[in-house]
């Protein structure tokens, strides 16, 4: 079970079977809808992107600075994504949740 906080300070617990998609961004304090049926939180709906720190990838080779190159990237989540090879260990990027793709670098 996952435990959501309302502007109120109600819980609810949405059932870990329910969160697949959600897991790969979810973090502490992050802004999102919970979705209910007959009562019961039944999935979470998160922001369209999501700004995350790169905790490991690999250095980017000499001349592959184009932005085309891609290699991978993971996250404090442990999910891992294609980034451009000028990404390195520690930037903020922002992701597209909706179709798990980077998009900038944060500012």
């Known amino acids: 079970m996952y435990v959501f906080m309302d502007a109120e300070y ?3 617990e949405v059932e870990a079977e329910n969160m697949v998609d959600a897991l790969k961004y979810l973090e502490d304090g992050l802004t999102c809808e919970v979705v209910f049926y007959n009562g019961k939180a039944i999935s979470v709906e998160l ?14 080779v ?14 404090a989540t442990g999910f891992e994504l294609p980034v451009p090879a000028f ?3 520690g930037d903020k990027i922002e992701i597209d949740t909706r179709t ?7 500012k």
Do not use: C, H, M, W
Not at 62 to 75: M, Q
Not at 100 to 106: L, M, V, W
């Open 62 to 75: 000499k001349g592959d600075t184009s932005g085309k190159v891609l290699k991978p990237a993971r996250l």
């Open 10 to 12: 109600n819980q609810f």
């Open 47 to 60: 922001p369209n992107s999501v700004v995350r720190e790169v905790i490991y990838t690999e250095p980017a």
């Open 87 to 89: 990404v390195s260990i």
């Open 100 to 106: 798990d793709e980077y998009k900038s670098r944060a």
